[in-house]
């Protein structure tokens, strides 16, 4: 069994930052790739990005160049930068882990 626990979420201003976490516990965490999604209202979830164990990334077309994923192995932690950021991001936001688990998920609002 594998828990995922979410945190760092908000409300901030357009053109703001935020970084979301995610910790995980109850498995061999350094292998497995993660990721993160969003759901807005209405819509269905997407992949926003993910990080391999080896550290290698891929992004959604719609955050390339204003967020970055990042693992602490040690910690068993995933992180999810993001800059630059824009009322579209607006959305739930949910961590997954490789072999199949779903973090909670955490709210972003993005609003003046």
């Known amino acids: 069994q594998v828990q995922l626990v979410e945190s760092g979420g908000g409300l901030v201003q357009p053109g703001g930052s935020l970084r979301l976490s995610c910790a995980a516990s109850?498995?061999?965490?350094?292998?497995?790739?993660m990721g993160w999604y969003r759901q807005a209202p209405g819509k269905q979830r997407e992949l926003v990005a993910r990080i391999n164990g080896g550290g290698g990334t891929n992004y959604a077309d719609s955050v390339k160049g204003r967020f970055t994923i990042s693992r602490d192995n040690a910690k068993r932690t995933v992180y999810l930068q993001m800059n630059s950021l824009k009322p579209e991001d607006t959305a739930v936001y949910y961590c997954n882990h490789g072999m199949g688990y779903w973090g909670q998920g955490i709210q972003v609002t993005v609003s003046s």
């Open positions: 109850g498995s061999i965490f350094s292998v497995y790739t």
